[in-house]
């Protein structure tokens, strides 16, 4: 069985791709977000990953983005922080954290 994830692709206004995730990323899923990532990239240039909704990252989701680190920008809870942190991956790709109380940062990273 599969663990609840919902990813919605969208372009920003300046024609960027936009991943937003919410839910949780494992082993079960994580294929899922490979995909949205790769099909977000096709254009080339930077993605942004949303993952301010994301409650949950494992190693499987782990792997899938240091995958993708080379392109990827991402918007992260501060939930998230020690899992990024620890695992090396702010090193290689953009990370923002954004506080539970702050705007959605869909607007401010357009």
Known sequence: MSTPLTLTTARRPDGGALVTAAGEIDMSNSGSL??????????????????????????????????????LELVAPQLLEPVLTLSGLPELATVHLTSPDAAQPGADHA
């Open 34 to 71: 490979d995909a949205a990532l790769d099909t977000a990239h096709e254009n080339g240039g930077k993605v942004v990953l949303d993952l301010t909704a994301v409650e949950y990252l494992d190693s499987a989701g782990l792997s899938v983005l240091f995958a993708h680190a080379d392109h």
